[in-house]
């Protein structure tokens, strides 16, 4: 059975400023928005710093880590809605990446979860 959530990241160029970030964050949760069995998307913007803090004058602001809310009764996969949202974002500069729940059971297998 598929969870009511998904999680994701968007990495832009290392090269990119805050505002080209959020402008395509912003793009990219507006064709995840678009896909049937998605209800709702917000992203944070990523920090490689402990606690987030601006340590030095180096500012990370080319990674986004997004979370999704799926519709409970959608019967989409959500390998099925994953692979969408990279279709939507494939012409999008930037790596969108989604994980699903078989992903996220690995994940939890391999950290001795159930």
Known sequence: MSMPMLSGNIETNEDATLEETMDISDRVID???KV???????????????M?????????VHDVTLYLLLDEKT???NQEIADEIA???KNIDA???IVTSNSV???TSALGGE
């Open 31 to 33: 064709e995840i928005m």
């Open 36 to 50: 049937d069995g998605v209800t709702d998307c917000g992203g944070m913007l990523a920090s490689s710093n402990m």
């Open 52 to 60: 987030g803090l601006n340590i030095g004058n180096a500012q990370e």
């Open 75 to 77: 019967h989409r996969s």
């Open 87 to 89: 279709d939507r974002c």
């Open 95 to 97: 790596k969108v990446d």
């Open 105 to 107: 059971t690995e994940y």
